[in-house]
């Protein structure tokens, strides 16, 4: 069965941190996603790669995912090959998203950079005949890029005030990875106790702008149609 939306990241909890609440959105609205870890987060500081599966899986079940799986590229130098281009170009055939979500292949993180570059190629030599995998060519209709670290001014935004409960539980569902009262595992920049009011504070953010409570910014080498500019700007105040 295809997928309309695959969500393709580095890390397990990437996907959750940033575009959890509009694939949630997708799927209320009927839309099928999937999502793919290209690794397994086994260089994280906190948990294990087993660990992580098991919490990626819970929250993946929370938002509503067909499937989610994870390729094996190596966490902490993500590699970005022929060969793992072109396991990325198959799982995309497999599936035939019109819609891909990756990372913004600008990011201070190296691994989220190169899956994000990475993925934008495999999507265009997805659809390329003459490329051979297992299954025939497919080209998603878009490559939608999200920011994690660095907040790149978005180009879009999605209302995900409606579904912000449902992006929260997935979220906490990496409980190996964000802040645990007395836990004795090292410290990170997640695990830090205001990591997760921040990612929501972002999301405040973006909503301010659309005139809802949260709202998921988005950018793309290629704008999206609007079909009602008037409603498009609904409850804005002229002069902001
Ligand atoms: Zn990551």
Redesign the pocket.
């Known amino acids: 069965m295809p997928v309309d939306v695959l969500a393709i990241?580095?890390?397990p909890?990437?996907v959750e941190l940033t575009c959890g609440g509009t694939l949630h959105k997708l799927k209320k609205r009927g839309y099928k996603f999937g999502i793919v870890d290209l690794t397994r987060?086994e260089m994280g500081t906190r948990g294990s790669p087993e660990i992580r599966a098991r919490e990626a899986k819970r929250a993946a079940d929370i938002l509503g995912a067909e499937f989610r799986e994870a390729l094996d590229l190596g966490d902490g130098g993500l590699r970005r090959g022929r060969e793992e281009e072109l396991a990325i170009i198959d799982v995309i055939r497999r599936e035939k998203p019109r819609i891909v979500f990756t990372?913004y292949p600008d990011d201070r993180?190296p691994?989220?950079r190169r899956a994000g570059q990475i993925v934008t190629d495999a999507c265009y030599y997805a659809g390329t005949r003459k490329i051979e995998t297992s299954h025939p060519a497919h080209r998603p209709q878009q490559a939608i890029y999200f920011s994690?670290f660095i907040s790149h001014p978005p180009q879009f935004l999605v209302d995900v005030s409606d579904v912000i409960d449902i992006r929260r539980a997935a979220m906490r569902a990496f409980e190996s990875q964000f802040h645990k009262e007395g836990s004795t595992e090292p410290e990170t920049v997640l695990a830090q106790r205001n990591f997760l009011d921040l990612i929501e504070a972002r999301a405040r953010e973006y909503g301010a702008l659309i005139n809802v409570e949260f709202a998921e910014g988005f950018l793309s080498s290629r704008p999206p149609r609007i079909d009602d500019l008037v409603k498009a700007f609904e409850g804005n105040e002229p002069g902001f």
Request: charged residues 25%; glycine residues 10%.
């Open positions: 990241a580095a890390h909890d990437d987060g990372p993180h691994d989220h994690t």
